[in-house]
């Protein structure tokens, strides 16, 4: 499997789901983006240790490390594998001086212990390119223009029966602009309803 290394981009508030958060992964050398919606828990999680806060107590990713550092466990890269159904699949690929062991995990989950060992982050480049939206040099140099934007500040995304509607013209036409508005939520749902047509 060819493998894509990616970096964390950003962490926004999901506006059409309650108490969820949108993970954003960008190709290291490339102009992809691979949103990823996470739950709020393990948004807190990922976001406490990038800004190196110490909480007053361990979260449980925190206390996942502290246990693997106990027994010489090291984990070395977490991969993206698949992407099925709107969902995505990621392993904690780990070694000690017994062996070599691969985890079945959640991204979200899988990245917030990547973030705590300092280890790579990987995707399939068949999940990047299913579930990827490409970046041009015009959308990098407009995005890098742009105030930065809050999630609150965004406006509403098109509900998703409503994306049915539309041509696939109109589809790109909005893909485009979502990019550019660094609205990644909305632009991963029409993404999904491109390749539904294709």
């Known amino acids: 499997m060819k493998k894509v290394?990616?970096?964390?981009?950003?962490?926004?508030?999901?506006?059409?789901?309650s108490g969820s958060y949108v993970l954003t992964l960008a190709e290291v050398a490339g102009k992809r983006k691979l949103p990823i919606v996470i739950g709020?828990?393990?948004?807190?999680?990922?976001?406490?240790?990038?800004?190196?806060?110490?909480?007053?107590?361990?979260?449980?990713?925190?206390?996942?490390?502290?246990?693997?550092?106990?027994?010489?466990?090291n984990v070395e890269e977490v991969i993206i594998y698949k992407f099925e159904e709107g969902v995505f699949y990621a392993k904690i690929h780990s070694n000690s001086e017994m062996a070599?062991?691969?985890?079945?995990?959640?991204?979200?989950?899988?990245?917030?212990?990547?973030v705590r060992f300092g280890a790579a982050i990987f995707c399939s480049e068949k999940v990047l390119s299913e579930a990827g939206i490409e970046f041009s040099e015009e959308d990098k140099k407009e995005e890098a223009k742009k105030p930065s934007k809050s999630a609150a500040s965004k406006g509403a995304a098109p509900k998703e029966n409503l994306l049915k509607d539309f041509s696939l013209d109109k589809l790109n036409s909005l893909l485009d602009k979502a990019i550019l508005d660094e609205d990644y939520e909305k632009a991963a749902r029409i993404r999904d309803e491109i390749n539904k047509r294709n």
């Not at 990038?50 to 106990?70: Q, V, Y």
């Not at 985890?103 to 990547?114: H, L, N, T, Y």
């Open 5 to 17: 290394k990616l970096e964390i981009s950003g962490i926004t508030y999901s506006q059409t789901q």
């Open 40 to 73: 709020g828990f393990e948004a807190q999680a990922i976001a406490v240790e990038l800004e190196k806060m110490i909480p007053n107590r361990p979260l449980t990713h925190d206390l996942f490390k502290s246990f693997c550092e106990a027994y010489a466990v």
């Open 100 to 114: 070599l062991a691969e985890i079945d995990s959640r991204p979200s989950d899988a990245i917030a212990i990547a």
